[in-house]
């Protein structure tokens, strides 16, 4: 099936920092997501992309729906401390949505 | 409700029962997908349905896994003979036809002992 590759897997800032993760896929998508997942919940979505070359923002967070359809990054400015969590990012096509392994996001104060 | 809202939220078993895992969308959402998350990874895709009809299963890991949506509202997965790897939480997702936005519930931990 269709594979995501997220990077970081994990990721140790300080607050106030900027933060940058990304996916790539062997397979293209017609649309990108970034969902957060905290402890006990389920993932919420954060940013829907669905044009390539689309940019675009929510708050301190924007993503980016690469030109070729096979990748995507979401980027977080100015950290807090709530920002704490796992970041996932879904690709679909067609019926299924298939999700990255996640980064995990600590944030020191 | 206002979310999707799923049952149990935990359920431990034994090895070889029969579990049944309950998903409530919300309100007007064709779209209903069954996801499997194990610690330390991502959600796993199971079974999407598109009203009554499961348009897709091909993420179904064997026979023992089946789920059920008979009205276009409620589904129920269900696994026979529970194996000790069949435990995660349990995620389902609901959303409008194929928008791409969905909205999951707090999911069930399914626990084989």
């Known amino acids: 099936g269709q594979q995501l590759n997220q990077s970081p897997q994990s990721m140790f800032i300080q607050e106030g920092e900027d933060v940058s993760m990304n996916c790539t896929s062997s397979?293209?998508?017609?649309?990108w997501l970034w969902y957060k997942q905290e402890p006990g919940e389920g993932p919420v979505l954060l940013i829907a992309l669905y044009k390539a070359g689309e940019l675009t923002s929510n708050g301190r967070l924007t993503a980016q729906f690469g030109i070729t359809r096979k990748d995507s990054f979401l980027n977080i400015s100015a950290s807090i401390p709530s920002d704490v969590g796992i970041y996932f990012c879904?690709?679909?096509?067609?019926?299924?949505?298939?999700f990255g392994a996640g980064t995990r996001l600590t944030v020191k104060p | 409700g206002a979310g999707v809202s799923q049952t149990p939220s935990n359920k431990v078993t034994e090895k070889g029962k029969y579990v049944e895992l309950r998903c409530d969308p919300i309100?007007?959402?064709?779209?209903l997908y069954w996801y499997r998350q194990s610690l330390g990874q991502g959600p796993e895709f199971l079974i999407y349905f598109q009203g009554t009809g499961a348009a897709d299963d091909s993420g179904l890991p064997n026979d023992r896994f089946f789920a059920v949506r008979p009205e276009g509202s409620v589904s129920t997965l269900k696994i026979q003979r529970t194996e000790r790897g069949d435990s995660a939480v349990y995620l389902c997702?609901?959303?409008?036809?194929?928008?791409?936005?969905?909205?999951f519930g707090e999911g069930s931990r399914l626990t084989v002992l």
């Open positions: 879904a690709g679909q096509s067609s019926n299924d949505m298939r």
């Open positions: 997702a609901t959303g409008q036809g194929f928008a791409g936005e969905l909205f």
């Open positions: 397979s293209i998508f017609n649309t």
């Open positions: 309100s007007g959402h064709t779209a």
